[in-house]
């Protein structure tokens, strides 16, 4: 397995597209989404045990 970068990854623009995303319907967004392998689909009991944890500020860490 190579560990060089591809050319694909070199020219991508980061941050996102934003008129594309505009572009699309909501069928499309959530298709997209349930296709992305790296997402990770919630239940009712992940919101249950799901709590707010607000950040430290800069001086008390």
């Known amino acids: 397995m190579s560990s060089a970068t591809s050319?694909?990854?070199?020219?991508?623009?980061p941050g996102t597209?934003?008129?594309r995303l505009r572009a699309m319907t909501d069928a499309?967004?959530?298709?997209a989404v349930m296709?992305?392998?790296e997402?990770?689909?919630t239940d009712d009991a992940f919101w249950k045990a799901a709590r707010v944890?607000?950040?430290l500020?800069?001086?008390r860490r």
């Open 7 to 13: 050319p694909k990854t070199l020219n991508a623009e």
């Open 17 to 19: 597209d934003w008129q």
């Open 28 to 31: 499309e967004v959530h298709a």
């Open 35 to 37: 296709a992305d392998p």
């Open 39 to 41: 997402i990770k689909a």
């Open 53 to 55: 944890v607000m950040p």
């Open 57 to 59: 500020p800069k001086g």
